[in-house]
């Protein structure tokens, strides 16, 4: 059995290493969900920073729920493998930027104590849509979901993201500590401005003096970021042992590309995220509504046609001409309902998405992606959606997506396999198809009526989009996805 990877100074193989001793850093962002994505994505763009430019920027680490991360990273001083997989073959590098993870359940007054301290001047978060608390049919924050249910019942001990920033804002202002800035870096609509809709909600219940500070000091800067990170595998760990000559139980593997887009608003200052490739613009709402409708629309669309046909990974998908041809078509599609990006090509855009997304070096599972469709439907497909039906353009392609989608929270494949349908609203989910509609127009209304709040009304109303998601749907339901041709 290999050492663990837990110092740099024993890295004598070829592989990449940081720029500057970590050590010597202090820390300036800390992060909620260091999962693989913020492992693959801002994590080495700060430690291409701190190679740059210096400063005290490392990042310290807090998970919500699990304590597996705190498990992989702590033990090696934070230091993990990130494995860069072209088709020309694996690069691995090993990253210096993270430093000690927390388990917020287990410490919450230390991850409180680190949301004061004045050195924290960045908090940012990957913790994926559900976390938020937001109600999809206001835009404000849902009180029954759980976390904003319990953290406004308790604040001084709070269980949720939102809970966990306004606490710690709270604590700054009652210390005279200037704010740190909270950086969202989910794939959610205006990510910054929607965080500050809750954070001013969640603190106008509790200390209207403190929304007001918010209002006025404190910087919500959004962000667009995209990097293909599937999960970690046995591979992905074996693969980083075998080229760093270490065992790493933190290995993360990625694609190539990668691309971060911010405001640059900041209260106390930030990491030169520049040097890791990073953009920074006045407006973030052009790429980050072009990347959510043309890569993440069409990875769901992509999901929910593997999961349905038993085809394992998005490249499986991509595979099957057919199938590539609907995703190529319904980026187009999208590309329609978009206005123009600064210094991007749209047809080009799409092209290269079909690329990465055919990557033959990256295994990304479609079950992985096809995950929580309730939180990720709206700004993905429903949305563009009902632009595009109001603008009298092609909605097929939606249609194939969405039908796709309800097919899989029937919970049957293609093959009558049982699917593991996740989501946080799976029990609305399974009660609305109790009843085992068969009929396109039923399994329709059904799910409609039975998960208020997620189809925008304006679109469930809408008589040609309500004709084609029934053509679809069933089509999907008489021929399966194996069947669809163009
Ligand atoms: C994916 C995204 O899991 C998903 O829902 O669509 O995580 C996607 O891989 C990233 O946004 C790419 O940047």
Redesign the pocket.
């Known amino acids: 059995m290999n050492r663990r990877l837990d110092d740099l100074d024993r890295l004598t193989t070829t592989v990449t290493r940081p720029d500057y001793r970590p050590a010597a850093h202090g820390t300036g962002v800390l992060h909620f969900g260091v999962g693989a994505?913020h492992r693959a994505h801002q994590a080495p763009a700060t430690d291409d920073a701190l190679a740059h430019t210096g400063g005290d920027w490392r990042i310290e680490g807090v998970s919500l729920k699990r304590p597996e991360a705190a498990k992989q990273l702590n033990p090696q001083n934070g230091l993990y493998t990130l494995l860069v997989r072209g088709p020309g073959g694996t690069r691995a590098r090993v990253i210096g930027a993270l430093g000690q993870v927390h388990t917020a359940p287990e410490a919450p007054e230390r991850v409180l104590d680190r949301l004061a301290d004045p050195a924290v001047r960045v908090v940012s978060l990957t913790v994926t849509e559900k976390a938020y608390g937001l109600d999809p049919a206001t835009g404000g924050l849902d009180l029954d979901h759980p976390a904003i249910r319990h953290d406004l019942a308790t604040p001084d001990r709070p269980a949720g993201v939102v809970g966990y920033l306004v606490q710690g804002l709270g604590r700054r202002r009652a210390a005279g500590t200037p704010p740190f800035t909270p950086l969202s870096c989910d794939?959610l609509r205006e990510n910054g401005s929607l965080l500050r809709r809750l954070a001013l909600d969640f603190a106008d219940r509790l200390d209207p003096e403190l929304r007001r500070w918010i209002e006025r000091d404190v910087p919500f800067p959004c962000t667009m970021?995209?990097?293909?990170?599937p999960a970690s595998t046995e591979r992905t760990l074996a693969d980083a042992a075998r080229l760093t000559g270490f065992a790493d139980h933190a290995a993360v593997e990625t694609e190539p590309f990668v691309q971060w887009v911010l405001e640059d608003r900041f209260a106390s200052g930030r990491p030169a995220w520049e040097a890791g490739g990073a953009l920074f613009v006045d407006d973030v709402r052009p790429y980050e509504t072009m990347k959510l409708r043309m890569?993440?629309g069409a990875?769901?669309l992509i999901a929910y046609l593997g999961v349905l046909g038993g085809l394992e990974f998005v490249r499986d998908v991509m595979a099957r001409p057919a199938l590539a041809s609907i995703v190529s078509r319904h980026m187009r599609a999208a590309a329609r309902t978009l206005e123009s990006v600064p210094g991007v090509d749209l047809e080009r855009y799409a092209s290269d998405l079909a690329t990465r997304f055919a990557n033959p070096a990256i295994a990304h599972h479609t079950r992985?992606?096809a995950m929580d469709g309730t939180q990720?439907l709206p700004q993905r497909l429903l949305e563009p959606a009902l632009v595009a039906a109001e603008a009298g353009s092609p909605l097929d392609t939606y249609a194939v997506a969405v039908a796709a989608w309800m097919r899989y929270a029937s919970g049957r494949d293609d093959h009558g396999r049982s699917i593991d349908v996740v989501d946080p609203r799976d029990d609305e989910i399974r009660t609305a198809l109790r009843s085992g509609p068969t009929s396109p127009a039923d399994i329709i209304d059904s799910l409609v009526n039975g998960v208020p709040g997620l189809f925008p009304e304006r679109l469930a109303r809408h008589r040609d989009w309500r004709e084609m998601l029934e053509r679809q749907l069933d089509r999907l339901c008489s021929r399966g996805v194996i069947g669809l041709t163009t």
């Open positions: 994505f794939n970021v995209d990097r293909i990170t890569l993440n990875h769901s992985q992606i990720k």
